[in-house]
């Protein structure tokens, strides 16, 4: 159910991220979590998780809040804000893949998506690829539309093996008409075991070109350059590691770069007037 107290919002999209097999490095989780601190979201619903989790693998927490314990429970949970200087409302899901009933569950969001209205759905998602850590994340996207398709330059997604939560809600959206992308980084197999906040931050870079919209960065610059350095740190104690990373190094530079040309060019420059727009409104003196 939702809240009763939200108003009809305007435009809204849906961003959102699952736990699970589909958020490596936990980056996608993180961007959702980011997004709903840096704009204050505020929870307007979650799932019932009796009917999809199994409480072995996820369990319920416990907490001491004001000398009261309290039972949390593992589900999926919505929250709305409106971007300062931004004309549409945001709705952020972070969940967690469900254990049981999958098609029941992408049937209760897709319940959500019309109660609210939503326009758009943005799926964001992590993988483990041989990529290396030394380089710009690699972020690929899919989607059904064929608007979003032309708009965003997108490839057909020619996958075929397994799939999560991210790709069966995507299936879920193109067969009720939803508009939806799916964002996914990849994240050096090597490293997996570390939060990843630099592909945390790839991913908010394509929320923020996708929406046309400056997302605030707070310290997650700072702690993906200290995550690059502890993983400089950490290949650099086998020499095998360093060896076959200074190969993905390799691989890497002799592939066409998508930093080099005009379209990145382009993109980053915009995403600079943004922010220095959004300084100048937040009471900042513009720059000269």
Not at 143 to 162: I, K, N
Not at 166 to 192: L, M, N, R
Not at 235 to 264: H, I, M, N, W
């Amino acid at each position: 159910m939702i809240e009763q107290d939200v108003p009809e919002l305007t435009e809204p999209v849906l961003v959102a991220g699952f736990e699970g097999w589909n958020d490596a490095g936990e980056a996608a989780t993180a961007a959702i979590e980011h997004l709903e601190q840096m704009w204050s979201a505020r929870p307007i619903a979650a799932i019932d998780p009796e009917d999809y989790y199994d409480f072995q693998v996820n369990r319920p927490t416990v907490t001491m809040v004001e000398g009261v314990r309290t039972i949390t429970w593992p589900t999926s949970r919505l929250s709305v804000c409106r971007p300062p200087g931004w004309e549409r409302d945001l709705v952020l899901l972070r969940g967690i893949e469900p254990s049981i009933h999958w098609q029941a569950f992408t049937g209760e969001l897709l319940n959500y998506c019309r109660t609210l209205g939503i326009q758009l759905v943005v799926n964001l998602g992590a993988l483990l690829a041989e990529s290396p850590h030394s380089r710009p994340v690699p972020i690929s996207g899919t989607t059904s539309d064929p608007e979003l398709e032309e708009r965003l330059a997108l490839e057909p997604s020619r996958y075929e093996g397994p799939t999560g939560i991210v790709g069966v809600f995507q299936d879920a959206c193109a067969k009720a008409g939803v508009p939806a992308v799916s964002f996914w980084a990849a994240i050096p197999h090597y490293v997996a075991s570390m939060p990843c906040p630099k592909a945390t931050l790839a991913l908010l870079r394509r929320v923020e070109d996708l929406l046309d919209l400056a997302v605030p960065l707070g310290d997650l610059p700072a702690r993906a350059k200290a995550w690059q350095q502890s993983a400089d740190e950490l290949t650099a104690e086998d020499s095998d590691v360093a060896e076959y990373v200074k190969q993905l190094e390799d691989a890497k530079d002799t592939a066409d770069l998508p930093e080099a040309s005009g379209e990145f060019i382009a993109r980053e420059f915009e995403r600079y007037l943004r922010r220095r727009h959004e300084q100048g409104e937040g009471g900042s003196p513009k720059p000269s």
